[in-house]
């Protein structure tokens, strides 16, 4: 009930295109949903975060979309660019554990 | 403002020997974090730190071993290295069950 399932484990979208990554959850008392951006060589950095009582969250090129009946998110890029390149972790945690649960991450390459 | 800090960025062991990794941060937040990144792979916590003087094991404890006498700093010391633990390292910190702050890693190689 803890785990988050993350899909794909990788994926290679041409520039422009729009890479989708999807996690699923199980505990529904998860109440926070972020996405985290790691480069090669650096730690993550949160890139963008969702609560559950909302359905979609943009901030630039990034949208995180939220389906609470079917307990997923996923992350959109759109315009996706060669420097969008990097691994990205879906994680959740709810308010009264200071842990995040992490998914296992998708290594995504966009090509020139 | 550093944000979080970890010594040294890499780090090779013979089997059986020990060392410390030192994590630090400068914002003042109360949690903190340490975890192992295996190549190709997710996060896995290690132990976490709720406050000063309070430590508490993660996922995958084992061979490792963790202190907080100050909020700033939480060191994490590998006691009879063996290659299972060759790994890169991350600490972290947060102000709340929510974001947290990553540390540049530390690359250890066990040999």
């Known amino acids: 009930q803890q785990q988050v399932k993350q899909s794909p484990q990788s994926l290679i979208v041409q520039k422009g295109g729009i890479p989708i990554i999807n996690c699923a959850y199980e505990?529904?008392?998860?109440?926070?949903f972020p996405w985290y951006q790691q480069f090669p060589g650096k730690g993550p950095a949160l890139l963008i975060a969702?609560?559950?009582d909302v359905s979609e969250k943009k901030e630039g090129r990034f949208t995180i979309s939220f389906n609470k009946s079917a307990k997923q998110f996923s992350l959109h890029i759109m315009d996706s660019q060669p420097g969008d390149s990097a691994t990205y972790f879906c994680?959740?945690?709810?308010?009264?554990?200071?842990?995040?649960?992490w998914g296992a991450g998708t290594k995504l390459i966009i090509k020139p | 403002n550093a944000g979080v800090t970890q010594t040294p960025k890499f780090r090779i062991l013979k089997i059986g020997q020990s060392m410390t990794l030192q994590c630090a941060q400068d914002?003042?937040?109360?949690?903190m974090y340490w975890y192992r990144q295996d190549p190709g792979m997710g996060l896995k916590l290690i132990y976490y730190?709720?406050?000063?003087?309070?430590?508490d094991k993660g996922e995958v404890p084992n061979g490792y071993n963790v202190s907080r006498s100050t909020t700033e700093d939480f060191p994490l010391r590998l006691e009879l290295a063996a290659p299972s633990q060759t790994s890169v390292y991350f600490c972290?910190?947060?102000?709340?069950?929510?974001?947290?702050?990553f540390g540049p890693g530390t690359r250890l190689t066990v040999l």
């Open positions: 914002m003042n937040h109360n949690y």
């Open positions: 972290a910190s947060s102000s709340s069950a929510y974001t947290q702050y």
């Open positions: 730190s709720v406050g000063a003087g309070i430590t």
């Open positions: 969702i609560r559950p």
């Open positions: 505990n529904t008392a998860f109440d926070y």
């Open positions: 994680a959740a945690s709810r308010n009264s554990n200071y842990q995040l649960i």
